[in-house]
Structure formats: C-alpha cells, structure tokens
C-alpha cells in the first residue's frame, strides 16, 4: 500500500445531501439486517477523479437492493485505495443485500481482474468530459504537474503509475515540460486514466458499461432506468432521478492548456462518445 496520500475522495455534496443519504442508508441497514437476501451481484464503479462517481454511488444507493461502499469507508478502503482481495471477499460474502457496490477509482488498471476475481460482476465506468473534470480537478487537488514528472521518469510507486502502459510513459515523457500548468496536468492525467479503458480492452467486455457524466444529469430519467435495468436493479423511480440535476456541464477548455493536451484528451473523449451507440440500451 503506498503512503503517498493521494488526491481523491473529496465528497462535493451539499450538507443536506449528505445528511439525507446518511439517514437513508441507516434506514436500509436496518431493512438488510431484518430481510437478508443472498448475494447476486458486484459492481465496481470506476472513473477518474471529479467525474461523477459519487453521483452515481447515490443513485445506486436509492434501491434497497444495494450495499454501496464509498472510498472513505476504512472496512473497504485505506487511504482510498482498495484494501486487499480477502477483505473485499470477505465484505462481499457478508453482504446483506443482493448487489454488492464499491468503488474503484485507484483501482482503474485492475478492472478486468476485479470482475474475474468476483463473479458474477460489472463495471460502470463513468466519463466526464476532460474540460470540466480538469478544472474540477484543478479547484480542488494540486500537484498534478510534479506527478507528471515522477510518472515520466518511471515512477509507479503508487496507484497513478500502476499499470500504465510504455507507450502512456513514453508520451508523457515527451510531453513534460518544466513551465507546464496545473491544468495541462489535470487533463493528462485525466487522459492517462481514462485510457487504461481501451488497454484492458473494456469496450468490448459486455460487462462494462460507460456512464457519461453529462447524459446523467441532463438526461437522468432515461439514464438512470437504464442503469438499474443493466445491473437488474429493483426501485428506480422517477424521485430518484429528480434529485439530479444539470450541474458543472460547461465544456470551457482551460485557458492555460496547451494545443498538444486539449487535441490527445479530445480524441480519447471521441472515442468514448463512439461507443454510446453500440452500448446495448
């Protein structure tokens, strides 16, 4: 486990949110304990950083037919990396509900292999367009661009580097320049996460299914029900999908970001978008 702590796990729900969704999972805790029901399915949901996961955890979290593990909860997460395999295993075998959820947002590199150790599974991988999570990114985390530089030089001391593939190292070594912004960093290394998708060749698992960020908010009925109905889920309700709303989608391109960046993240961004039409509905 490294003992770099790292930037995520920042929770940018309003208090009233927060309290809401802590009273309703108390209230279901107790429903598991006195109505059990057998295990059926995990879920992982996977994403960069500041692209939406906590949005979609609530989401997930509005069925009684969930369990839902953020990266803050200490059972499941040390400083919100994934603890090991046993204690996930362990955590999922006593899990009261029948959907077992839990985020993997340090664990991008590792998706096809947590799927193939917890069987039966899928992966909701969440995208948010590389403009609006830079600089979400960049308004709430730091440092992106000394990151940057220790990737580049080989560095996979801790879950940024795990998994990256010699040609992602090679081109942010390329890339790295001493006077780069903070945004320039933000957009890499949204675009050196989000590409371990198409190198562990999730898009044609049809376990996976990508969930952009924008179409969750500005489209929630719709999305939402297809989201329950990929994972079999009970209680999608139109009240679920009216507490979204259609929040932080401007598409504005950081002022300091360089053409190289904005072109490599726009490219990956249309590759995802190629994929929403041949997602089955």
Request: with cysteine; proline share 5%.
């Amino acid at each position: 486990m490294s003992t770099v702590q790292p930037h995520t796990g920042h929770d940018a729900r309003s208090l009233a949110g927060r309290i809401r969704n802590s009273l309703w999972r108390r209230g279901k805790a107790l429903r598991h304990l006195l109505l059990p029901r057998l295990l059926a399915q995990h879920v992982f949901v996977a994403g960069m950083q500041r692209s939406g996961t906590n949005l979609l955890m609530d989401v997930l979290d509005a069925s009684v037919d969930t369990q839902v593990f953020h990266e803050t909860d200490p059972r499941a997460f040390e400083r919100y990396e994934m603890r090991d395999l046993g204690t996930i295993q362990r955590l999922a075998s006593a899990c009261p509900a029948p959907v077992f959820v839990i985020k993997a947002l340090c664990e991008l590199d590792r998706i096809r292999l947590l799927m193939d150790t917890f069987v039966p599974a899928k992966t909701l991988w969440v995208v948010r367009d590389w403009r609006d999570s830079t600089h979400s990114a960049v308004k709430s985390f730091g440092n992106f661009v000394p990151q940057w530089k220790r990737l580049s030089q080989c560095d996979a001391s801790d879950w940024r580097g795990r998994g990256m593939s010699d040609t992602t190292r090679a081109l942010l070594a390329r890339l790295y320049r001493d006077d780069a912004s903070e945004s320039d960093g933000a957009a890499l290394m949204w675009y050196y996460r989000n590409t371990l998708f198409f190198e562990q060749q999730l898009e044609a698992d049809p376990r996976v299914r990508c969930v952009f960020y924008e179409d969750l908010v500005q489209h929630p009925d719709r999305l939402v029900e297809t989201v329950y109905d990929f994972l079999g889920l009970r209680g999608f309700s139109a009240a679920v999908a009216g507490r979204i709303h259609a929040r932080s989608v401007r598409h504005r391109s950081p002022p300091d970001i360089s053409p190289e960046v904005s072109r490599l993240c726009d490219d990956l961004l249309t590759r995802f978008r190629m994929l929403a039409g041949k997602q089955a509905p």
